[in-house]
T-cell receptor
Framework: GQNIDQPTEMTATEGAIVQINCTYQ??????LFWYQQHAGEAPTFLSY??LDGLEEKGRFSSFLSRSKGYSYLLLKELQMKDSASYLC??????????WGAGTKLIIKP | GAVVSQHPSRVICKSGTSVKIECRSL??????MFWYRQFPKQSLMLMAT?????????EQGVEKDKFLINHASLTLSTLTVTSAHPEDSSFYIC??????????????FGEGSRLTVL
């Protein structure tokens, strides 16, 4: 079956750095997304990786290793507003989007 | 980025009534839209794929007669929850891709609709 694993919950301190990991086993691969979702709101797009390596976008970076079925989202200079759930999603060979359960990130002062 | 508008954002209804939720792509055309539901503290669950001009494709376990989907134009898809019951209470979210970006473009999400069935 298809599976995406990410930690259920993480806690970090304001101003620090946190890395949220995502591992996947899917039938084929056509890209990986990271979305941010605040409680009670719809997800918003953060990043898209289809090739191996690191994509940097401001305070957020996303890394992909296709051979390892692994990605991470790196958040720097954490702010209280970064408290949210972070969803990893993979496009499989049928161009279906497979979602992880999300990682709830708690930022403490 | 592209904008997807979803309405209503909140709806409370009595058990047995039907509720319609609209999803519009405001500045792009979408031949395909996706309907998700999300229970508290859980991830998005794809309910169905809405295809403009043809029947929706439902995921296993989703009752097509209960969750009616109509995709009458390239910018509008509607989800109707028929004879709603309290267990249908959930957060329903639609999303769409700009068809010019193909199957690997990012999904743009509507604001979501929180349905509460009394």
């Amino acid at each position: 079956g298809q599976n995406i694993d990410q930690p259920t919950e993480m806690t970090a301190t304001e101003g620090a750095i946190v890395q949220i990991n995502c591992t996947y086993q899917t039938s084929g691969f056509n890209g990986l997304f990271w979305y941010q979702q605040h409680a009670g709101e719809a997800p918003t797009f953060l990043s898209y990786n289809v090739l191996d390596g690191l994509e940097e976008k401001g305070r957020f970076s996303s890394f992909l290793s296709r051979s390892k079925g692994y990605s991470y989202l790196l958040l720097k200079e954490l702010q209280m507003k970064d408290s949210a759930s972070y969803l990893c999603a993979v496009i499989d060979s049928n161009y279906q989007l497979i979602w992880g359960a999300g990682t709830k990130l708690i930022i403490k002062p | 980025g592209a904008v997807v508008s979803q309405h209503p954002s909140r709806v409370i209804c009595k058990s047995g009534t039907s509720v319609k939720i609209e999803c519009r792509s405001l500045d792009f055309q979408a031949t395909t839209m996706f309907w998700y539901r999300q229970f508290p503290k859980q991830s998005l669950m794809l309910m169905a794929t809405s295809n403009e001009g043809s029947k929706a494709t439902y995921e296993q376990g989703v009752e097509k007669d209960k969750f009616l989907i109509n995709h009458a134009s390239l910018t509008l898809s509607t989800l109707t929850v028929t004879s709603a019951h309290p267990e249908d209470s959930s957060f329903y979210i639609c999303s769409a891709r700009d068809q010019r970006r193909g199957d690997t473009g990012e999904l743009f999400f509507g604001e979501g609709s929180r349905l509460t069935v009394l």
